[in-house]
Structure formats: C-alpha cells, structure tokens
C-alpha cells in the first residue's frame, strides 16, 4: 500500500478560477478527511466520508467549496471561484471507521494570485 | 475558538537533551490526544497518542503525559536527536466524534 496519494501536489490559479484536488485513500479505510491548513496554523477540518456518504461538514466549508466520494474509494474536492484567502495547503487523511488515527496525505499545496 | 492550543511558536534544544512540548486545551469533553509530527512537504505523521483513562504513555524515546485536570498534555523526547527536528502538532478527539481539532503546532529545532 502506497498511503494517502493527493493529486496535484501544487496548483497556482488566478482569482476566479475553479480548482479540483483528489484524494486516493489507503484501501481498506472506509473513513476520508479533509483538511485544510494555512501558515502558522494547525490543520482545520473540512469535512469527511464515511464510504460514500458525507457526513459531516465545518461551517469553514462556504457553498463555494464541494467535496464528493463518489464510489466510496477516491475523493474530489472542487473550489469554485478562488479567492486569495483560499490559498493553503489541502490535507487529505484516511482511516478505518471508529479509529483514532488519522494517517494524512502529502497535501496539496493551492496558491491563488 | 481555538480548544487546542500549544502556546510555544518555537523550541530549539540541544541534541541529546530532553525535548517538552506543551498543549493545552479547553474542552474536557476530549477523549482522546495525538502528537503528530510534520516534516517540510510531507503531510502530518502520528506519533504516539493517549486516552484520557491514562495519564502516561510511553513509545521508546517518546512518553505524553496528560493532567487532566490542568488540561494538559505535553510531549518528551529523550535523548532529542537532529531528525526530531519537526514542527509538531498535538491534536483531541470528541467520544463519538469523528474529526480530530489540532492545534497551531510548534517549530523544534535539534542543535548539535
């Protein structure tokens, strides 16, 4: 098992523009997290999936932003209209249902000028 | 409302001496506590975690303790060696919550 794979590592977008990062979780866990972290900041929770469905979102997640898994495995998070405040590093991180631990991405790193 | 807060930026300390690092929270609804590590351009590594039952932990040269009542936790590292050098987060979870709260994480520096 390669880990958490987060594709692309790096994307550099204009103001307005529309983004898309995936997710590829370990395989065998059902649970996939999102993230977000800015510097000086410590990882803030966007949402996260349990197989399919969503279940939770933070109110951090404006209407601008959706996230789908939508076969259970894989997941997109898609950034409608940037801004420059959404500039940050997007943190992906998986595990099985009812674990502690979260085993995280490499990230994928936004900047928008 | 930052709940999970570690207050110290920066900690720089000299290799083979014992490393502390500090969190401090504010919800005694956490259950549960993790230290993750974070080298540049990777994302977070777990590194040990406890269970609001214990108030110690142990993992080779890692050991958390936790005081509940003070609402803390804080993080050994003994003998501190150069690939320690990291910004560390300390992270809780909720019983019954599925998302970990973070805090801002601190920088450590392992001087020879």
């Known amino acids: 098992d390669t880990g958490v794979s987060q594709d692309p590592r790096h994307k550099i977008t204009k103001r307005g523009q529309n983004v898309t990062f995936r997710c590829d979780p370990i395989s065998e866990h059902n649970r996939l997290y999102w993230y977000r972290q800015t510097l000086g900041q410590g990882p803030e929770f966007l949402t996260y999936?349990?197989?399919?469905?969503?279940?939770?979102k933070s109110r951090l997640l404006s209407d601008r932003f959706s996230a789908e898994r939508p076969k259970g495995s894989f997941s997109t998070l898609e950034i409608q209209r940037t801004e420059q405040g959404d500039s940050a590093m997007y943190l992906c991180a998986s595990s099985p249902a009812g674990a502690n631990v979260l085993t995280f991405g490499a990230g994928s790193r936004l900047t928008v000028l | 409302d930052q709940q999970v807060k570690q207050n110290s930026p920066s900690l720089s300390v000299q290799e083979g001496r014992i490393s502390i690092l500090n969190c401090d929270y504010t919800n005694s609804m956490f259950d549960y506590f993790l230290w993750y590590k974070k080298y540049p351009a990777e994302g977070p590594t777990f590194l040990i975690s406890?269970?609001?039952?214990?108030d110690k932990n142990e993992d080779g040269r890692f050991t958390v303790f936790l005081n509940k009542s003070a609402k803390h936790l804080s993080l050994h590292i003994v003998p501190s060696q150069p690939g320690d050098s990291a910004v560390y987060f300390c992270?809780?979870?909720?019983?019954?919550?599925?998302?970990?709260?973070f805090g801002q994480g601190t920088r450590l520096t392992i001087n020879p």
């Open positions: 999936f349990q197989n399919e469905a969503q279940l939770e």
């Open positions: 992270a809780a979870s909720l019983q019954g919550a599925q998302k970990l709260v």
């Open positions: 406890i269970s609001s039952i214990k």
